[in-house]
C-alpha cells in the first residue's frame, strides 16, 4: 500500500505539475486502540511503536518507503532493501536501537485472494507512471458502480419478493398456539395481555353503537307489523328509554367535551365489559317481554280448526325469534368481552327465547304453521327452536375465529411496532453517531441531503476563523508501557478523562460557536467562527466580527482551570501549552471510509507554532491576534521574536488576562527562563501538521549564571551540561518542567 501510495503521488505531480511529495514509515509493534473523548469521536491508535513509526515518516524521504528492522522481519524477503539509515537523522530511532531500510523493489508480486478466486486476473497495475493509472481507475470504478447499482436493485426487489412470500406463508395461528392458552386464547405474558385489552378499548365503543341500531331496527319492525296498542304502551317506551339511555352511557367517551367525568370509565375495561353485558342482557330480555306480552291467552287449546282463532295481538310469533338472531349476532360481536364469556350469553339468551317459543308461544307458532303449512314434519315451536340453537353453534365458531384473528393481527401489530421501534432507535444512534463525528452543520448537511453521490466532498471556505491548540507536554513522561500500567491502558484512561472533561465545556450555552477539531495524542484542536449560519459583515466593529475568538480565549482559559481541578483530584502537575491564532482557513471532510473532519491553511499551521514554540501554562498568540484581542479587554505580555517555519521571526505575544481578572499562569512567566525553538524541518514539510514533526525541534533555553549569561542548546546528549557549567536556575516548576521533557 505504501508503495501503491508514492506511486499514486507520482502521478498527481505530473498531472498538476505540483511538487508535492510522499513520506512512508512504517513500523511494527503493539499498539492500543480506542477512542478518546466524548466528542467529534475518531479512531486512533496510542503507543510507544507508533511514535516510532511517526519517527520512521519523519525521517525518512521523499518518495520512498521507510521500513525499520522490525517489520524487515516479517516480510519474509518479499521485498528487497536497502540501509536507510534513519537512526543517525532521528534521535527517538537511535535510543530505540532501530535499523531502517528503503524498499527498492518488489520480489514477489501481491496477489489478493479475492482476485484469485474471482479469477480477475485481467487488470494488472502498470509499473510505470502514466494516465494509464487514471484511465484504469475510471474504468475499474464504472464497472464497480455499474454492478453495485445493478446488485442494489437486485437486493432490493429480492427483498421485496422473498419479503411477500413470507408474509402471505406466515400462519398466525401457529404464532397464536405458542403465544397464547388454548381455550382461553388469553396471552401467556400478562402484560402482553394487559395491552392486548388496552388496545381493544380503542375501538369497542364503536361495536357498541350497533346495539342502537339493532333496537332501532326491532322497534320498526314491530310498528310495521304488529297491533299498534303495542308499541304505544307505555311499558314498551319505559324499557326502550332505559336501553338507550345505558347504551349512550356505554359510547359516551366518543363525543368529547359531553362528558368531563368518564375518565374512569375510559381507563376501565371491566366497566366496559359490565356496560356491554348489561346492553346485551337487556336487549333480550325486552325481547322477550314483547314476546312475552304480547299474547294474550284466553284459549288454551291445541285445536285451530276450533272457533277460536289465532288471538290478533300476536299474529306473527316466528318474529320474535327472528330478532333473537340478530340479538346473538350483536351479542358475537364487541371485542371488549371474551369469547367465552359471549358464548355464555349467547346460550343464555337462545336458552330463554327455545323455553318461550315451546311454553309460551308454543299454541301460537303451531297454528300459524298449521294454517300454512298442513304437512310440516315438524311442529313451528321446535323448528324456530333448532334453527335458534344452530345459529347459536355458528356463531360460537365465528366468535372463537374472530377472537383468534384479533388477537393474531394484534401479535403482528406488535412486531411492527417492535421493528419500526428497533429502527427508529437505530436511526436515532446513527445520527447521534454522525453528529458526535461530525461538527453540527456538517452532519446536517450529510443527512439532509439523501440525493448526495457517496464520494461527494464537503468543503467550505471562511475567512475570519479562530484555532486554537492546546497539548500537556509533560504527558509523554507521564505515559509508560509498564504492567503496572497495564501496558499503558491506564495512562490512556487517564488521557480520556482529560479530553472527556474538556469536551463537557462545549456543552456550556457559551461555547456554542467554539467546534472541537480533533485531538493528536494529548494535543486538544479546537476553532470558532465555523457556523454558517452567522451573519458577519466587513463593516461590523470588531467586538462583533471577532466575538467568537474572545469565546475561544474563554474557552482557553477554562481548559486551564479544568485540568487544574483534575490534577488537584489526581495529585498530578500536568500543565497546558496553548497557541491561538486567527484568520481564513478552509474546512472540509475528507474520506470515502471513515470521515473525518478537519481545517487546513496558514491560520492553522500558525496557530500550531504558537503551541509548540510556547510555554507551559501559558497562550501564546501573534501581534495581529493580539491587537484584536485587545479590544476585547485582554492584556498580553511581549514575549519576543519567535522563529516560526516558512514565516520567518514572529512577534509573539502571551495573553496574560482581562483586565482587573488577571491570573498567573500555570508556571510563573520567569524572566530568568524564555523559551523559543529552532526548527530543522525540511521546506518540503512546510504544509504538514506540526503535530507531527515535534521530535526534530531542538529547544533554546537562556539561563542566568550569578557571574554571566550564557545560552546553551539542550540536547538529550547534553542533559549534563548544565552540571558542568554549574548554572544556577531558580528552582521554578518551569525549569523543572523543561528538564524533564528534554529527558531521553
Not at 30 to 36: K, M, P
Not at 173 to 192: G, I, R
Not at 318 to 331: Q, R
Not at 720 to 739: F, I, R
Request: glycine residues 6%.
Amino acid at each position: 500500500m505504501g508503495l501503491s501510495m508514492v506511486k499514486a503521488i507520482k502521478y498527481v505531480q505530473q498531472t498538476a505539475n505540483s511538487p508535492v511529495d510522499m513520506r512512508v514509515g512504517i513500523h511494527t509493534g503493539a499498539v492500543l486502540a480506542g477512542v478518546l473523548g466524548q466528542r467529534q469521536w475518531q479512531f486512533d491508535v496510542y503507543s510507544k511503536d507508533v511514535e516510532l513509526a511517526n519517527k520512521m515518516e519523519s525521517s525518512g524521504k521523499a518518495g520512498r518507503v521507510h521500513i525499520s528492522a522490525t517489520t524487515l522481519s516479517f516480510l519474509s524477503g518479499e521485498f528487497e532493501v536497502e540501509p536507510a539509515y534513519g537512526e543517525k537523522r532521528d534521535e527517538a530511532l537511535r535510543i530505540a536501537g532501530l535499523k531502517t531500510y528503503f524498499i527498492v523493489k518488489v520480489l514477489k508480486p501481491f496477489e489478493s485472494q479475492n482476485d484469485i478466486q474471482n479469477g480477475d486476473t485481467n487488470i494488472v497495475v502498470p509499473d510505470g507512471d502514466s494516465c494509464v493509472i487514471s484511465e484504469m481507475k475510471t474504468i475499474i470504478d464504472e464497472k464497480n458502480n455499474t454492478e453495485q447499482v445493478s446488485r442494489t436493485r437486485e437486493d432490493s426487489a429480492e427483498f421485496k419478493s422473498r419479503l411477500r412470500k413470507e408474509l402471505v406463508s406466515r400462519d398466525g395461528h401457529k404464532e397464536l398456539t405458542k403465544n397464547a392458552k388454548y381455550v382461553t386464547l388469553s396471552f401467556v405474558d400478562p402484560q402482553k395481555e394487559k395491552f392486548y385489552l388496552h388496545h381493544i378499548e380503542n375501538s369497542s365503543s364503536y361495536i357498541l353503537m350497533m346495539f342502537i341500531i339493532i333496537r332501532i331496527a326491532l322497534a320498526g319492525c314491530i310498528f310495521l307489523t304488529l297491533p299498534s296498542d303495542l308499541t304505544l304502551d307505555a311499558k314498551y317506551l319505559i324499557e326502550n328509554g332505559l336501553y338507550l339511555t345505558l347504551v349512550v352511557i356505554a359510547i359516551i367517551e366518543e363525543f368529547p367535551g359531553v362528558c368531563n367525568c368518564c375518565k374512569a370509565y375510559k381507563e376501565s375495561m371491566i366497566v366496559r365489559m359490565i356496560l356491554a353485558t348489561l346492553c346485551i342482557l337487556i336487549l333480550g330480555t325486552i325481547n322477550n317481554l314483547d314476546a312475552i306480552s304480547c299474547l294474550n291467552i284466553q284459549d288454551s287449546r291445541n285445536n285451530c280448526t276450533t272457533t277460536t282463532v289465532i288471538n290478533e295481538a300476536c299474529l306473527y310469533p316466528s318474529y320474535f325469534s327472528s330478532f333473537g338472531v340478530l340479538i346473538l349476532i350483536a351479542t358475537a360481536l364487541p371485542a371488549c368481552l371474551p369469547y367465552l364469556w359471549k358464548m355464555f350469553l349467547m346460550t343464555v339468551i337462545t336458552a330463554a327465547q327455545c323455553c318461550i317459543n315451546i311454553f309460551i308461544l308454543g299454541n301460537s307458532l303451531d297454528c300459524v304453521e298449521f294454517g300454512n303449512y298442513e304437512s310440516s314434519l315438524a311442529r313451528g315451536k321446535y323448528t324456530l327452536s333448532g334453527l335458534l340453537i344452530t345459529g347459536m353453534l355458528a356463531l360460537f365458531f365465528l366468535t372463537r375465529h374472530m377472537e383468534q384473528v384479533l388477537r393474531v393481527l394484534f401479535l403482528w401489530r406488535c412486531e411492527v411496532e417492535e421493528q419500526r421501534d428497533c429502527a427508529k432507535d437505530l436511526k436515532r444512534r446513527n445520527e447521534a453517531l454522525v453528529y458526535n463525528i461530525l461538527p453540527p452543520h456538517v452532519a446536517a448537511h450529510f443527512m439532509g441531503n439523501r440525493n448526495r453521490n457517496h464520494d461527494e466532498l464537503y468543503s467550505q471556505s471562511y475567512e475570519e476563523v479562530g484555532v486554537l491548540f492546546a497539548s500537556m507536554p509533560n504527558f509523554s513522561d507521564f505515559y509508560s508501557e509498564e504492567t503496572v500500567n497495564n501496558q499503558g491502558l491506564e495512562c490512556l484512561r487517564f488521557l480520556n478523562e482529560v479530553i472527556s472533561d474538556f469536551d463537557a465545556l462545549l456543552e456550556l450555552p457559551q461555547y456554542q460557536d467554539v467546534i472541537k477539531i480533533k485531538t493528536i495524542g494529548s494535543t486538544y484542536m479546537a476553532a470558532s467562527g465555523l457556523n454558517p449560519s452567522r451573519q458577519i459583515k466587513p463593516e461590523d466593529p470588531i467586538q462583533v466580527r471577532w466575538a467568537h475568538l474572545s469565546l475561544l480565549v474563554e474557552f482557553a482559559l477554562d481548559l486551564k482551570k479544568a485540568l487544574q481541578s483534575i490534577n488537584e483530584q489526581s495529585f498530578n502537575h500536568f500543565v497546558l501549552k496553548l497557541g491561538i491564532n486567527h484568520g481564513p482557513i478552509t474546512a472540509g471532510v475528507i474520506g470515502a471510509r471513515k470521515p473525518h473532519y478537519d481545517i487546513w491553511g496558514n491560520t492553522v499551521n500558525v496557530a500550531s507554532r504558537m503551541e509548540s514554540t510556547g510555554k507551559a501554562g501559558c497562550i501564546q498568540v501573534t501581534e495581529e491576534t493580539c491587537e484584536i484581542l485587545q479590544a476585547f479587554g485582554y492584556q498580553f505580555e511581549q514575549r519576543g521574536l519567535v522563529a516560526v517555519k516558512g514565516k520567518g521571526q514572529l512577534m509573539t505575544y502571551y495573553l496574560l488576562g482581562r483586565a482587573g481578572k488577571i491570573t498567573p499562569p500555570t508556571v510563573p512567566v520567569s524572566p530568568i527562563i524564555g523559551v523559543s525553538t529552532m526548527e530543522t524541518v525540511n521546506e518540503e514539510d512546510e504544509s504538514r501538521d506540526s503535530l507531527t514533526s515535534k521530535s526534530d525541534e531542538k529547544t533554546v533555553i537562556e539561563c542566568s549564571e550569578k557571574a554571566d549569561d550564557e545560552v546553551f542548546i539542550l540536547e538529550t546528549e547534553s542533559i549534563d551540561l548544565l552540571e558542568k557549567k554549574d548554572v544556577a536556575l531558580k528552582d521554578s516548576n518551569e525549569a523543572t518542567l523543561l528538564l524533564s521533557s528534554c529527558d531521553g
